[in-house]
């Protein structure tokens, strides 16, 4: 069965500084997919990124980057000198092979201080 | 407008009563999910349509719950006899591939079961 835990409940930082969100994953599949969305006090779920099993190159857009390691089960994500806009609710997600459909973890609240 | 809206954004109801909350998904989407989120929780999936038909209802929880989408656009989410249990947020998504993890996510419906 999948499994996604974000052992991050809350997490506050002052702006400008970088921050780590950690994202652990669990499945039986060898090829599978995970996501980031974001979710600001609107309500409303923001996709981040998608990467699949095979591709466990690094990326980086703009402030954000995301760190996929196969070996610890891990896909990271950080965001660089953090803004109040940063502030929200983060999601990691794990979808596996036949388009099943995501699983989520329970999420960290990123609290950006000013 | 362009995005998934979803109504009514607040819904009140009494323990027992029928409730239907609504998606409309971005025209042109032919995938549709509908997913509940608790508080401090992430989004647990409920159902999935693809097109007209139900691709996947394995993440409903009893027959009290029911989706319809019945021209392949607009959806309604069906809770019938609410529990006090059933007091979450009911997201809706829509994507125009299925399987990528790129959901396209509304506002969501706050429901209250009193």
């Known amino acids: 069965a999948q499994k996604v835990t974000q052992a991050q409940t809350e997490i506050s930082v002052v702006e400008k500084e970088d921050v780590t969100l950690d994202c652990v994953y669990e499945t039986r599949d060898t090829t599978y997919y995970l996501f980031w969305y974001k979710q600001p006090p609107s309500g409303e779920l923001v996709f981040l990124i998608r990467?699949?099993?095979?591709?466990?190159q690094n990326e980086i857009s703009g402030r954000y980057s995301w760190n996929f390691q196969k070996s610890t089960s891990s896909f990271n994500f950080t965001i660089t000198a953090s803004q109040v806009v940063d502030s929200a609710v983060y999601f990691c997600a794990l979808s596996e092979e036949g388009n099943t459909p995501l699983v989520f973890g329970k999420g960290t609240r990123l609290s950006v201080i000013a | 407008g362009a995005g998934v809206s979803q109504t009514p954004s607040n819904k009140v109801t009494e323990k027992g009563k029928y409730v239907e909350l609504r998606c409309d998904p971005i025209?042109?989407?032919?995938?549709l999910y509908w997913y509940r989120q608790s508080l401090g929780q992430g989004p647990e999936f409920l159902i999935y349509f693809q097109g007209t038909g139900a691709a996947d209802d394995s993440g409903l929880p009893n027959d009290r719950f029911f989706a319809v989408r019945p021209e392949g656009s607009v959806s309604t989410l069906k809770i019938q006899r609410t529990e006090r249990g059933d007091s979450a947020v009911y997201l809706c998504?829509?994507?125009?591939?299925?399987?990528?993890?790129?959901?396209?996510f509304g506002e969501g419906s706050r429901l209250t079961v009193l």
């Open positions: 025209s042109g989407h032919t995938a």
């Open positions: 990467r699949n099993s095979f591709d466990e």
């Open positions: 998504a829509s994507t125009v591939a299925e399987g990528t993890g790129e959901l396209f």
